[in-house]
């Protein structure tokens, strides 16, 4: 059974970076697109981008100049980072992948989510 | 972008009544949309891909269709396990991937 878990620090500094990580276990890490997505409290979810594999990526054109997704296959990981945060970026995000390997806008697998606040 | 509008923000009905959500995308996407089902302080959870197939082990009470513009997604018998947050997403033109605003299912 593939499962995603997302970690990282829970509270950022308003100007500073958030950055996440989500590691992958029971399934391949190769040939699948793996994305971020988040979801401010009691709001709609927004998709920040995702990486292929090999590590090829696409960005939500809102967040593109602001935000890296990067990919260690070793460890089955990928990470987001994501600079110049303000309380707007306070939000649950997840990583999430699809059922096949061409999925790159389905997603089947979610992880548990890790709620990031900006504040000082 | 491509502008995902759902409908109605909020429902409220009766156990064994059928709900139905409806998602208007601002151009046409075909089928390529999906829902998904949102419980509270849960990730969301892939109900149907491709406007219209049923993820395995989906109870068949969950139903979707439509193509184009606009979709509808419908509960037969609402089932009290059924409360949560529904959600269109069309990734038929990417970047980006969008979501309607939700669909909150109470029961009365």
């Known amino acids: 059974q593939v499962q995603l878990q997302e970690s990282g620090p829970g509270l950022v500094k308003p100007s500073e970076t958030l950055s996440l990580t989500c590691t992958v276990s029971?399934?391949?890490?190769?040939?699948?697109?793996w994305s971020w997505i988040r979801q401010p409290p009691g709001k709609g979810l927004e998709w920040i981008g995702y990486?292929?594999?090999?590590?090829?990526?696409n960005y939500n054109p809102s967040l593109k100049s602001r935000v890296t997704i990067s990919v260690d296959t070793s460890k089955s990981q990928f990470s987001l980072n994501l600079t110049s945060v303000t309380a707007a970026d306070t939000a649950v995000y997840y990583c999430?992948?699809?059922?096949?390997?061409?999925?790159?806008?389905?997603?089947?697998?979610w992880g548990q989510g890790i709620l990031v606040t900006v504040s000082a | 972008d491509i502008q995902m509008t759902q409908s109605p923000s909020s429902l409220s009905a009766s156990v064994g009544d059928s709900v139905t959500i409806s998602c208007q995308a601002s151009q046409d996407i075909s089928t390529s949309l999906n829902w998904y089902q949102q419980k509270a302080g849960k990730a969301p959870k892939l109900l149907i891909y491709g406007a219209s197939y049923l993820v395995t082990g989906v109870p068949s009470r969950f139903s979707g269709s439509g193509s184009g513009t606009d979709f509808s997604f419908t509960i037969n018998s609402l089932q009290p396990e059924d409360i949560a947050t529904y959600y269109c997403q069309q990734y038929d033109n990417l970047p980006p991937v969008t979501f309607g605003g939700g669909t909150k299912v109470e029961i009365k």
């Open positions: 999430a992948r699809g059922h096949y390997f061409y999925d790159s806008g389905t997603y089947y697998y």
């Open positions: 029971g399934g391949s890490f190769t040939n699948y697109y």
């Open positions: 990486i292929y594999y090999s590590g090829g990526t």
